[in-house]
């Protein structure tokens, strides 16, 4: 059964500062994908990440996927305080599931 | 002109009875899903729909049916509804038929089961 776990679970950085948030998934997944979401508010596509190596930057955000190490990692640069959201990530081969979240807050 | 609208946004219902939610999506986008994130935030997804299948996560109990009129629209209809089944719902659509492409998401139906 897959399994995904996101660390940390929460959070806290200063603007400016650099973090990363890890994604670890259990079985080979077909593809990982990362979210956003603003509290009491909805999902946002961050990423798709469709094979081992990808790379996708969006911003502060950079996404990356090593499915050997069945890993994947959000890198935030420079933080700033429009990035305080939560942050999911999930695997997908048969089933999709998601991790708990990261419940990110940067503060001034 | 909103992408992916969902109604209704706020549900409170009784146990036992049968509910419908809508989505509807304007993006011409060819696959539809359902996710479900409860009191904890904890996500998952229910089910997902194009014209030529449908992939039910077998977690999700036979009383929620989805229903798709048309490649624009996909219902969420849940018999009998329980405690446990409240929740947020989500909607979303992706292009093409398979999961390769970003998500747009709805903007959730918030169901309380009293």
């Known amino acids: 059964e897959l399994k995904v776990e996101q660390n940390p679970l929460f959070l806290s950085m200063q603007e400016g500062k650099n973090y990363t948030i890890y994604c670890n998934y259990s079985t080979t997944s077909d593809r990982l994908y990362w979210y956003r979401q603003d509290p009491g508010k909805s999902l946002e596509s961050l990423f798709v990440l469709l094979s081992n190596g990808a790379v996708k930057q969006e911003g502060r955000l950079m996404a990356s996927l090593d499915t050997k190490a069945r890993l994947s990692t959000l890198h935030i640069t420079a933080a700033v305080h429009d990035l305080s959201a939560t942050y999911f990530c999930a695997a997908l081969n048969n089933d999709m599931r998601f991790g708990a979240g990261t419940r990110l807050t940067v503060k001034p | 002109d909103t992408a992916v609208s969902q109604t209704p946004k706020y549900l409170v219902t009784q146990m036992g009875n049968d509910k419908s939610i809508k989505c509807e999506q304007n993006?011409?986008?060819?696959?539809m899903y359902w996710y479900k994130q409860d009191s904890k935030k904890f996500l998952k997804i229910m089910f997902s729909y194009n014209n030529k299948e449908l992939i039910i996560n077998e977690t999700v109990p036979n009383r929620f049916s989805p229903k798709s009129p048309d490649k624009a629209h996909l219902n969420l209809h849940i018999n009998s509804l329980e405690l446990g089944d409240s929740a947020v719902y989500f909607c979303a659509s992706s292009q093409g038929e398979t999961s390769r492409e970003t998500q747009y998401f709805g903007p959730g139906t918030r169901l309380l089961v009293l």
């Open positions: 993006l011409g986008h060819d696959t």
